[in-house]
Nanobody, 123 residues
């Protein structure tokens, strides 16, 4: 099993940028896709973005397409979610996930999960 640790969350003003990191450890020799899901209070968990093992395929929710590029660095076993032009909205926890299957992650799927990074966008 792979372990995931998120970092980079925090408070940012509307229109600003924030970069989240997801560091993987454990069974990193296995090929797995990495992705992000967010959870706001009193809201459904929502898929945000994912990237294949090779990095050649990426998937995005329509709400973030063009603003939140996802990438990964194999040397560091880390995935990054660059969040640009952030909209003021309810605080959310951004959860990193890993899965052997490529594609848009099921928000409550049987993935490996990190603990989450909180993100708040102020207006």
């Amino acid at each position: 099993q792979v372990q995931l640790v998120e970092s980079g969350g925090g408070l940012v003003q509307a229109g600003g940028s924030l970069r989240l990191s997801c560091a993987a450890s454990g069974r990193t020799e296995r090929r797995y896709a990495l992705g992000w899901v967010r959870q706001a209070p009193s809201a459904e968990r929502e898929f945000v973005a994912s990237i294949s093992w090779s990095g050649g395929s990426t998937y995005y929710a329509d709400s973030v397409k063009g603003r939140f590029p996802i990438s990964r660095d194999h040397d560091k076993n880390t995935s990054y979610l660059q969040m640009n032009s952030l909209n003021p909205e309810a605080p959310a926890i951004y959860l990193c996930a890993a899965d052997g299957l490529v594609g848009a992650f099921a928000p409550r799927g049987d993935h490996a999960w990190g603990q989450g990074a909180p993100v708040t966008v102020s207006s």
